[in-house]
């Protein structure tokens, strides 16, 4: 590189163009002054030992160039678009989504993985009664959330949504008030397209003001606003438009994203949503929940109280994973401080279910106030160590077995942040045990074949 750098700097036409303009960075934030003709003569003059420091600090300040480059273009895919014609977008901006909301993960259950379009009032209604039947209400699942399929094809004449009369005849204000009086919160759905996915209502886009005043009146305490059928714009320029409008509607709604993903909502929802999905829809089978599980770990820091990252709802009792591969996926979206959104039918649970969802030790992982989601520490092969801090000084530990054979997994303290020689009680959360050894450097289990050992660990010493 010097070498040839020597002859053309020698000859008529002078160094190359980058490191013409290499040397002008260094001269001018380096050495302190401009570059000139001068300045090159000066280069071509100086020794291998001179010109090998300048390239090395030229180079390192190249880098320094690219990453600050680099860093002006995720902060400006973070920066959400306002609409020219919207005199309140900054202080929508400059207030982020303060509507007070998911300061933890939602907990709840939604009708989509289950049931699909097959949703009616009634079933609403005894999916809420059952929710505070179970005890499951007591421990935070409070939502209970309609998804696609709830209103007729076409809006009023005044341009309203209109509840489909042969499934919700009573109309959606008095199922909110059903379940209000329980205790509970009701959720629903649109989208930010012309249709909703399934193509059977419409969805809100052009209608946004309408539709967040119309959920207002009703009564409603969480959207999940989805992303199909649009006009071809951005999500980031249709998505803030419903935004505002709920802040507009004078009630606090859960504002969920339902982007699937596709632009990386993590790096822009925060001031649009409480949530936002990180992923495809997740099916109940092993391998879609460990996929989606993998797609939300990415976006880990981005996670924070009144905005979580969502891998999509439970699938825990839907029948397509055994008893293990269950236990896996609710203490995955535990540790990630995912929305607890329980997708099976409430009403018919079996007690293994049960036993799962109810578990109190990770639900309060999922709810701790410090609110920071669970990461990836350590993987070899289909060997994997899931962390994640939280408050008291604790720590959560995850020991995933994704592989085909029972095999031995340990954690070393210095791959999960805790000092190496600290002395350390382990709680068992599915044994719902303390153990009685203490550890020092590490923790070794022994995990089955599609199975997970989770431990809360608390440094004593």
Same mark, same amino acid.
């Given at each position: 590189?010097?070498?040839?750098?020597?002859?053309?700097?020698?000859?008529?036409?002078?160094?190359?163009?980058?490191?013409?303009?290499?040397?002008?960075?260094?001269?001018?934030?380096?050495?302190?002054?401009?570059?000139?003709?001068?300045?090159?003569?000066?280069?071509?003059?100086?020794?291998?030992?001179?010109?090998?420091?300048?390239?090395?600090?030229?180079?390192?300040?190249?880098?320094?160039?690219?990453?600050?480059?680099?860093?002006?273009?995720?902060?400006?895919?973070?920066?959400?678009?306002?609409?020219?014609?919207?005199?309140?977008?900054?202080?929508?901006?400059?207030?982020?989504?303060?509507?007070?909301?998911?300061?933890?993960?939602?907990?709840?259950?939604?009708?989509?993985?289950?049931?699909?379009?097959?949703?009616?009032?009634?079933? &609403? #209604?005894?999916? !809420? /009664?059952?929710?505070? +039947?179970? @005890? %499951?209400?007591?421990?935070? $699942?409070?939502?209970?959330?309609?998804?696609?399929?709830?209103?007729?094809?076409?809006?009023?004449?005044?341009?309203?949504?209109?509840?489909?009369?042969?499934?919700?005849?009573?109309? &959606? #204000?008095?199922? !909110? /008030?059903?379940?209000? +009086?329980? @205790? %509970?919160?009701?959720?629903? $759905?649109?989208?930010?397209?012309?249709?909703?996915?399934?193509?059977?209502?419409?969805?809100?886009?052009?209608?946004?003001?309408?539709?967040?005043?119309?959920?207002?009146?009703?009564? &409603?305490?969480?959207?999940?606003?989805?992303?199909?059928?649009?006009?071809?714009?951005?999500?980031?320029?249709?998505?803030?438009?419903?935004?505002?409008?709920?802040?507009?509607?004078?009630?606090?709604?859960?504002?969920?994203?339902?982007?699937?993903?596709?632009?990386?909502?993590?790096?822009?929802?925060?001031?649009?949503?409480?949530?936002?999905?990180?992923?495809?829809?997740?099916?109940?089978?092993?391998?879609?929940?460990?996929?989606?599980?993998?797609?939300?770990?990415?976006?880990?820091?981005?996670?924070?109280?009144?905005?979580?990252?969502?891998?999509?709802?439970?699938?825990?009792?839907?029948?397509?994973?055994?008893?293990?591969?269950?236990?896996?996926?609710?203490?995955?979206?535990?540790?990630?401080?995912?929305?607890?959104?329980?997708?099976?039918?409430?009403?018919?649970?079996?007690?293994?279910?049960?036993?799962?969802?109810?578990?109190?030790?990770?639900?309060?992982?999922?709810?701790?106030?410090?609110?920071?989601?669970?990461?990836?520490?350590?993987?070899?092969?289909?060997?994997?160590?899931?962390?994640?801090?939280?408050?008291?000084?604790?720590?959560?530990?995850?020991?995933?077995?994704?592989?085909?054979?029972?095999?031995?997994?340990?954690?070393?303290?210095?791959?999960?942040?805790?000092?190496?020689?600290?002395?350390?009680?382990?709680?068992?959360?599915?044994?719902?045990?303390?153990?009685?050894?203490?550890?020092?450097?590490?923790?070794?289990?022994?995990?089955?074949?599609?199975?997970?050992?989770?431990?809360?660990?608390?440094?004593?010493?």
């Amino acid at each position: 590189m010097i070498s040839s750098l020597d002859k053309s700097a020698k000859g008529k036409k002078g160094i190359s163009g980058i490191y013409r303009t290499l040397l002008s960075f260094y001269y001018k934030s380096i050495v302190g002054q401009r570059y000139s003709h001068s300045a090159l003569v000066d280069f071509a003059k100086m020794g291998r030992r001179d010109k090998s420091e300048i390239l090395v600090k030229m180079s390192i300040l190249m880098i320094m160039m690219i990453s600050s480059l680099l860093m002006t273009m995720v902060d400006s895919s973070r920066s959400v678009q306002r609409s020219p014609d919207s005199e309140d977008s900054e202080i929508v901006r400059r207030h982020l989504l303060a509507n007070g909301l998911g300061v933890t993960p939602p907990m709840g259950w939604n009708s989509w993985n289950h049931f699909s379009c097959n949703i009616n009032e009634k079933v &609403i #209604k005894e999916t !809420a /009664d059952a929710l505070v +039947s179970t @005890g %499951l209400s007591k421990l935070g $699942y409070n939502y209970v959330n309609i998804d696609d399929c709830w209103a007729e094809l076409a809006r009023d004449q005044k341009g309203n949504l209109v509840p489909k009369k042969s499934t919700f005849p009573s109309g &959606i #204000k008095a199922l !909110a /008030d059903y379940v209000h +009086s329980k @205790g %509970l919160k009701l959720g629903i $759905y649109s989208d930010a397209g012309y249709l909703t996915c399934s193509k059977t209502m419409p969805g809100s886009l052009g209608h946004e003001e309408q539709d967040a005043k119309t959920f207002a009146e009703w009564g &409603i305490d969480y959207l999940k606003y989805d992303n199909c059928n649009t006009d071809g714009s951005r999500p980031t320029t249709r998505y803030p438009v419903m935004t505002r409008a709920l802040m507009k509607s004078g009630r606090p709604i859960f504002h969920s994203l339902c982007e699937w993903g596709d632009m990386h909502p993590a790096l822009w929802g925060s001031p649009l949503g409480n949530s936002w999905r990180t992923t495809i829809d997740i099916n109940d089978s092993w391998l879609s929940m460990l996929a989606n599980a993998d797609l939300n770990e990415i976006y880990a820091e981005h996670a924070r109280p009144g905005g979580w990252n969502d891998p999509d709802m439970l699938e825990v009792g839907n029948g397509g994973m055994t008893k293990d591969e269950y236990i896996v996926h609710f203490s995955i979206w535990a540790i990630s401080k995912a929305p607890l959104l329980l997708g099976c039918d409430i009403r018919n649970m079996t007690k293994e279910t049960m036993e799962i969802v109810a578990n109190k030790e990770l639900i309060a992982i999922n709810q701790d106030s410090h609110g920071f989601q669970a990461k990836k520490a350590r993987m070899e092969g289909d060997i994997q160590i899931w962390a994640g801090p939280l408050s008291g000084y604790r720590v959560a530990l995850l020991l995933l077995n994704r592989g085909p054979t029972r095999s031995a997994i340990t954690a070393f303290w210095d791959d999960i942040e805790i000092p190496p020689n600290s002395i350390v009680e382990a709680r068992d959360l599915w044994e719902h045990k303390t153990l009685k050894q203490k550890f020092v450097g590490n923790l070794t289990a022994t995990v089955d074949s599609h199975a997970c050992k989770l431990y809360v660990l608390k440094p004593v010493a």
